[in-house]
C-alpha cells in the first residue's frame, strides 16, 4: 500500500498537464495496462494481441507476456526527476526478461528473476518535458508485452517578485515588472498583460524576484533579468560576468539540466546525472560549494549526488535525494536549515536535516521550508513572522528550528511556497493557504486580508492542478488550461485588464491571452 501511495505521489505532485490534457483525480489503483504486443522468435512480422495465443504453429508458444503500471497515469505532470512505478508482468510459461525505454531511447534492463509473474519497482530520472515511457517483458522465445504511458515533467508556471509566466501549449508567456529586463522582451517596459516569450521548446520556468530562469527540452538553460550577483550564471572562471540582460541568454556551460531553481539573488541547476551545480550570490554560503565567494558560474555543490529536485529561499538552498533525505545549506538566522539551531554564520556545505524522512517534495518560501511526506501529510521550519509554518503561532521568536508538522493538512499531493506564505494542493485538486495575506495572496476571496496561522480557508476557487506563488501574489492553472491570478497587483504582476495598480485582490480572476 505504501508504494502505491509513493507511486501515485511522485507521478501526481503537480496533476494535470495545463491546457493540454484534462487532469484526473486520485483514482483508487493509478494503473496502466495496455494490450501487448507479440513478436515472434523467428524474426515474422509483429501483431498486437491482448495475452491471447496467436497462430503458430502446433505447440509453439507466441502468447505474449502481459505487462501492467501502478502509480502512473496518462496525461499526468509530475514535479521532481523522479519517474517511479510499478510494473507486473506476467507470462502463461515464464518472464525472462523486462525493462523500459524513455522516447524511443536505449533500452534500459531491469534485474530481475524469472518466473511466470514478476513484480518490480521501475525508479528513474525522467527528461525535461514529454516523457513516453515503454515499458517491456519478453518470454525465453522472444515474445515481447510492452505497456505504455505518457507523463509530463516540468514547471508550467512561475512567479517572482512583481512579474509572473506560465506554459501554455508549448509557448511561454510572461507579465508584469520589467525595470530589470526580467520580463526578457528587449527592454525595461513593464507589460499588465500576457505577452509571447520566444525559447525554444520550454518545459520549465523559474521566476524569483527579478530574475529569470527557462529549461527547454534538450537541457538547456536560458536565463535573463537582473544579475548584480551573477545569478544568471554567464561568466566563466576567467572572466566573471555582472551584467543584466533585457532578452534570454543560453548558460554556456550547462546542456545537461533536468530543473532549475531560483533563490533571491542565486541560481541552482539539477543535471541528469543527479548532480547540482549553483551560480550567483554566496555571501551565506548558499550556493554550497565550500565558499563565500559570489559566482557568476557554474560551480558543483558539494557532495550531494542521487537528487530528484533543488530549491531555494532568499539566502539558503535545500535538495531532496531519491531516498527521500533533505539537505540544506546557506544562511540559518532563522533556523532555515532545520538543524534545531540559529545562527548568522555562512553554512557553504550541505548538511542532511535531521529528524526527516520519507519526503517526496520540498518547497521555499523567503527564509522558510516546507516538505511532504509520502504519507500526504506536511512538516514545516524556518522563519515564522506571519505563520507560514502553519503550526498555529506566529510573531517574533515563533521560529521552527526544526521540522515540524503543519496542522490540519492530510491528503496532500503537492507543496508551494514563497515570500512569507505557504500552499498545499490536495489529491482532490483543492488548494488552501496560510501565513501572510496582507496583500490577498492567500486567494481566500471576500476582500479576506487577514494572515492565517495554519491552513483554514481554502482558495477561492473549486479545484487546481497547479499553483505557483510570488512573493506577494499567486498563480494557478485549472485542468482546462485556464489561468488565476490573485494577491498584489503591482506594475501588472496579475495580468488581468483594468485592475488599480498597487492594490491587493484577494479573489482569484482569470488571466486572457491574446494570440
Given amino acids: 500500500m505504501k508504494l502505491r501511495y509513493l507511486g501515485l505521489l511522485v507521478a501526481l505532485l503537480s496533476a494535470g498537464c495545463g491546457d493540454e490534457s484534462p487532469a484526473e483525480t486520485l483514482g483508487s489503483g493509478g494503473s496502466t495496462s495496455v494490450s501487448t504486443t507479440s513478436s515472434a522468435a523467428s524474426g515474422g512480422a509483429s501483431t498486437t494481441s491482448s495475452g491471447s ?308 517534495l520540498l518547497a521555499s518560501g523567503r527564509d522558510h521550508i516546507l516538505a511532504l511526506h509520502d504519507d500526504g501529510t506536511v512538516s514545516s521550519w524556518g522563519l515564522n513572522n506571519n505563520g507560514q509554518l502553519g503550526q498555529g503561532t506566529s510573531g517574533s521568536g515563533s521560529e521552527a528550528l526544526s521540522p515540524a508538522v503543519v496542522v490540519g493538512l492530510s491528503g496532500v499531493a503537492a507543496v508551494f511556497a514563497d515570500g512569507n506564505f505557504s500552499f498545499a494542493l490536495a489529491t482532490d485538486m483543492t488548494a488552501v493557504g496560510w501565513g501572510q495575506n496582507f496583500n490577498g495572496q492567500l486567494g481566500i476571496g471576500n476582500d479576506d486580508t487577514t494572515d492565517r496561522v495554519q491552513p483554514d480557508a481554502p482558495l477561492a476557487i473549486a479545484t487546481m492542478t497547479d499553483i505557483e506563488l510570488g512573493a506577494i501574489h499567486g498563480v494557478g492553472v485549472q485542468a482546462n488550461g485556464d489561468v488565476y491570478t490573485w494577491g498584489w497587483n503591482g506594475f501588472g504582476s496579475l495580468g488581468r485588464e483594468s485592475l488599480i495598480n498597487n492594490w491587493p485582490y484577494p479573489t482569484p480572476g482569470i488571466v486572457s491571452f491574446s494570440p
Fill in 53 to 360: 495465443a496467436g497462430g503458430g504453429g502446433m505447440g509453439a508458444d507466441t502468447t505474449p507476456p502481459t505487462v501492467s503500471l501502478d502509480g502512473l497515469e496518462d496525461g499526468r505532470r509530475i514535479r521532481i526527476a523522479r519517474l517511479v512505478a510499478a510494473v507486473r508482468a506476467t507470462d502463461d510459461v515464464e518472464v525472462t526478461r523486462l525493462g523500459y525505454a524513455i522516447n524511443g531511447g536505449d533500452e534500459v534492463e531491469l534485474t530481475i528473476t524469472a518466473g511466470a509473474t514478476v513484480d518490480e519497482t521501475l525508479d528513474t530520472m525522467p527528461l525535461p518535458g514529454t516523457n513516453q515511457l515503454e515499458v517491456f517483458a519478453e518470454d525465453a522465445v522472444g515474445n515481447r508485452g510492452e505497456a505504455t504511458v505518457t507523463v509530463e515533467f516540468g514547471q508550467v508556471a512561475s512567479a517572482g517578485a512583481l512579474h509572473t509566466a506560465v506554459l501554455r501549449q508549448g509557448q511561454l508567456w510572461i507579465w508584469g515588472r520589467n525595470h530589470q529586463g526580467q520580463l526578457g522582451l528587449g527592454d525595461t517596459t513593464e507589460r499588465e498583460t500576457p505577452v509571447q516569450l520566444t525559447i525554444p521548446n520550454p518545459t520549465s520556468v523559474e521566476l524569483r524576484q527579478n530574475h529569470a530562469l527557462a529549461l527547454t527540452e534538450s537541457g538547456d538553460v536560458y536565463a535573463w533579468g537582473d544579475n548584480n550577483d551573477g545569478q544568471l550564471g554567464l561568466g566563466t572562471m576567467q572572466v566573471e560576468d555582472f551584467d543584466d540582460r533585457l532578452s534570454p541568454v543560453q548558460v554556456p556551460a550547462i546542456s545537461d539540466a533536468v530543473m532549475v531553481a531560483s533563490g533571491y539573488d542565486h541560481s541552482l541547476v539539477l543535471l541528469d546525472d543527479g548532480t547540482v551545480v549553483a551560480f550567483g550570490q554566496n555571501a551565506a554560503g548558499q550556493l554550497g560549494d565550500g565558499t563565500e565567494v559570489d559566482k557568476s558560474y557554474p560551480v558543483a555543490v558539494t557532495g550531494l549526488t542521487d537528487v530528484v529536485q533543488v530549491i531555494a529561499g532568499s539566502k539558503h538552498s535545500a535538495a531532496l535525494t531519491r531516498a527521500g533525505q533533505v539537505y540544506a545549506w546557506g544562511r540559518n538566522t532563522y533556523g532555515n536549515l532545520g538543524q534545531g539551531t540559529q545562527d548568522g554564520d555562512a553554512h557553504s556545505t550541505p548538511v542532511a536535516v535531521p529528524g526527516l524522512s520519507n519526503v517526496v
